[in-house]
């Protein structure tokens, strides 16, 4: 990764042109041509710094909901637990975390009243509290790569 | 909220990996959704001010980047002191997610959530005290939760309902 790379990463983050020739007209403001835009992001998804290159969705503004759950889980259980909860197709991301609350997962639907349902069924399967956070407010920010 | 119809949602199927990295991605998008490109842009466009799409371009991978080290740290912020300490947290350029959240008490006193990415877990724990001394007396605790381990990882999926 060279600073050209960084400086796309950073410029591109946001903002990428709905256009008939995005590439040109992006790369235009980097500097770039179009093939150049195109083969350094081709390299840096397939080399997985991007985990690609394209829309992030807000699950949240198509009608759906995101939370973030944790559980406290008994480490001798945390396999199979960690088994049940992934087993779930509304999980998306589940995270060991060093706390006494140690298992963190995002569960995203489509169908708002489905999340209740959700946590519901995992406290069932494993006869473990499972704490709901949802998001009350956001204050967001893009990750910056130093130059 | 946007109500995405069905040619969205062919839309949201057709870049779940990511816009094709061709010349013309919107025209490639077009040809597999079955519609016009002009067609396909315009949704886009409707999609991102409608905050459906939340942001439209690279989307980083923090780990491949170096940022090995990953700490969720949470604070215990007055509630009448919350949203503006938030945005004050949130405008940190090394925090990359900022968000208010529930408390469980006695449990979980904690309200106010900010992710923290850095090559080490000593990096990460000198931007937490960059943090606590930005915010002072308005947090009454916090503490940093590391990821140990990544259990389950996966992208946005639709049903096709």
């Known amino acids: 990764m060279d ?10 983050q946001g903002g990428f042109p709905v256009s008939p020739r995005p ?8 500097g770039l041509s179009e093939d150049e835009l195109i083969a350094r992001l081709r390299r ?4 997985g710094a991007l985990s690609r290159f394209g829309p992030l969705w807000n ?4 009608g ?28 998306a991301h589940n995270y060991e975390r060093a ?3 140690n298992m963190w997962f995002v569960v995203s639907v489509e169908d708002p009243r489905r999340i209740g349902g959700v946590l519901s069924e995992i406290k069932a399967a494993t006869g473990i509290e499972v704490y709901d956070f949802p998001k009350l407010a956001e204050y967001f920010l893009e990750l910056k790569l130093a130059a | 909220m946007t109500v995405l119809d069905a040619i969205d949602r062919k839309i949201v199927a057709a ?4 816009l094709p990295l061709v010349a013309e991605p919107y025209a490639d998008v077009a040809r597999a959704v079955g519609i016009g490109a002009d067609e396909v842009m315009a949704r886009f466009r409707a999609l991102l001010e409608g905050g459906a799409i939340r942001r439209l371009g690279a989307i980083p991978n923090h780990y491949a980047l170096g940022y090995k080290a990953n700490g969720m740290s ?14 004050r947290i949130g405008a940190l350029d090394f925090v990359s997610h900022c968000y208010r959240r529930p408390r469980h008490a006695p449990l979980w006193p904690y309200n106010l959530f900010a992710m923290v990415h850095d090559a080490s877990r000593e990096a990460v724990l000198a931007k937490v005290e960059t943090i606590a001394a930005l915010v002072g007396s308005a947090a009454r605790a916090h503490e940093v939760l590391f990821s140990t381990r990544i259990l389950k990882k996966t992208g946005l999926r639709l049903g096709s309902a």
């Open chain 2, 74 to 87: 949470v604070w215990d912020v007055d509630d009448a002191q919350v949203d503006e300490v938030g945005r």
């Open chain 1, 99 to 101: 706390h006494a609350l």
């Open chain 1, 64 to 91: 759906g909901a995101v939370t973030l759950a944790a559980m406290a889980v008994p480490r001798e259980r945390f396999d199979e637990v960690a088994a049940i909860v992934n087993a779930k197709p509304e999980v």
């Open chain 1, 44 to 47: 840096l998804t397939t080399s």
């Open chain 2, 15 to 18: 870049t779940e990996s990511g």
């Open chain 1, 23 to 30: 590439f040109a007209e992006a790369g235009a403001a980097l």
């Open chain 1, 59 to 62: 699950a949240e503004r198509m």
């Open chain 1, 3 to 12: 600073d050209v790379d960084r400086k796309i990463v950073n410029a591109l």
